[in-house]
């Protein structure tokens, strides 16, 4: 009974703005270390995750003006490039931890009980994450086959290293964080910030902005991708309305048995 009981944590438990400040500074070292190790992989790493990217384009130079070579034009584009790719695998590979560090962060200002969420936010947010990239991935080929056409056959379609691979990899990366959406809606119903009567009422304004949000964050700027990663968020955001009302009729039973 004791452990269902929503228990406010004690006084002397709070932090200073000092002791937040100092605490935040240790998470974020430790999360640099984190994207430096797991950069130092994504080195290793970096040919097969190439080859991996490439398929998109590979799979569009049926036709006669997509190339699938990339043109290199600067001697040091391929040290840079492989460098960025290097950090950018370090941060996937790092994610979990570096989701860890922000629960760790943030619990203490949660109840007792709700502290006991640590795994599955920290599971539930690498999988969303992880979801998020691989919808991206497979979102680039009708992506780029809409922006080829819409140039027209009149155009031949080579691409730098850079230009191709950074813009699947923002890709990647603007899914990936657009898919945590229904974390943090969560949470902030954990914390008491927001209510999922709240959410339901905001419902057609929080659709606005979804898509703006979606519209901002998507690199390439075409609908394709903009329906790809919004019409996802729009179904997290009532995910989070049931989610929330079922965690605020857990915490009324327990505080009645109480």
């Given at each position: 009974m004791a452990d269902t009981v929503r228990e406010a944590p004690p006084e002397d438990g709070r932090m200073a703005l000092m002791?937040?400040?100092?605490?935040?500074?240790?998470?974020?070292?430790?999360?640099?270390?984190?994207?430096?190790?797991?950069?130092?992989?994504?080195?290793i790493l970096y040919q097969p995750v190439f080859n991996i990217l490439m398929g998109p384009l590979e799979r569009l130079s049926d036709d006669p003006n997509v190339s699938d070579k990339l043109q290199v034009l600067d001697p040091l584009e391929g040290f840079m490039l492989r460098l960025k790719m290097?950090?950018?695998?370090?941060?996937?590979?790092?994610?979990?931890?570096?989701?860890?560090?922000?629960?760790?962060?943030?619990s203490p200002g949660l109840?007792?009980?709700?502290?006991?969420?640590?795994?599955?936010?920290?599971v539930s947010a690498s999988f969303l994450f992880m979801f998020g990239a691989a919808v991206a991935y497979y979102t680039l080929e009708p992506a780029l086959s809409f922006l080829q056409?819409?140039?027209?056959?009149?155009?031949?379609?080579?691409?730098?290293?850079?230009?191709?691979?950074m813009l699947i990899v923002y890709m990647m990366l603007a899914f990936g964080l657009g898919f945590e959406f229904p974390i943090v809606l969560v949470a902030l119903q954990l914390v008491g910030v927001l209510t999922p009567k709240q959410l339901r009422q905001f419902r057609r304004f929080g659709i606005v902005i979804i898509f703006v949000v979606a519209a901002v964050i998507t690199p390439s700027a075409d609908p394709i991708s903009l329906f790809a990663l919004a019409i996802?968020?729009?179904?997290f955001y009532e995910v989070s309305i049931i989610i929330g009302t079922l965690v605020a009729r857990r915490r009324t039973a327990a505080e009645l048995n109480s």
């Open positions: 002791d937040h400040l100092i605490e935040l500074r240790s998470r974020i070292i430790k999360c640099a270390i984190a994207i430096a190790i797991g950069s130092a992989l994504g080195w290097s950090a950018y695998i370090g941060i996937g590979v790092a994610m979990p931890y570096l989701l860890w560090q922000v629960w760790r962060f943030i109840y007792q009980n709700e502290r006991r969420y640590a795994s599955a936010f920290v056409s819409v140039g027209g056959d009149n155009l031949v379609y080579q691409y730098s290293p850079t230009k191709y691979l996802p968020m729009m179904v």
